[in-house]
């Protein structure tokens, strides 16, 4: 089992920046391929980036390709969203997730394939 912990969020005006971290524990971290979802009021949970358990290959969804950029940082068992040039459409619920992989693989972008969760950071874009 590995519980995951979310901070960083917070109010922004549009254009600003956010970094978001993610620390892990109960288990090896290095043996987790992590994700990055948000899920707005209203609307489904939806895929922001992946990254696998050496933190080499990294995935996007095109909305956020070139704004967001994750990392992880394995000797601390934290993962990263650098979020930059935030727009009002950002403003969601920031949620981490783990699944056991391949240190060379990542995830993907579907909810049910990650087994644990965070409990969600708010991010709030206004502008």
């Known amino acids: 089992q590995v519980q995951l912990v979310e901070s960083g969020g917070g109010l922004v005006q549009a254009g600003d920046s956010l970094r978001l971290s993610c620390t892990a524990s109960g288990r090896p971290f290095s043996n987790y391929a992590m994700g990055w979802f948000r899920q707005a009021p209203g609307k489904e949970r939806e895929f922001v980036a992946a990254?696998?358990?050496?933190?080499?290959?990294?995935y996007y969804a095109d909305s956020m390709q070139g704004r967001f950029t994750t990392s992880r940082d394995n000797s601390k068992s934290t993962v990263y969203l650098q979020m930059n040039s935030l727009k009002p459409d950002d403003t969601a619920i920031y949620y981490c997730?783990?699944?056991?992989?391949?240190?060379?693989?990542?995830?993907?972008?579907?909810?049910?394939?990650?087994?644990?969760w965070g409990q969600g950071t708010q991010v709030t874009v206004s502008s």
């Open positions: 990254i696998s358990g050496n933190g080499v290959l990294k």
């Open positions: 997730a783990a699944g056991e992989a391949s240190k060379y693989a990542t995830k993907g972008s579907n909810v049910g394939a990650y087994e644990h």
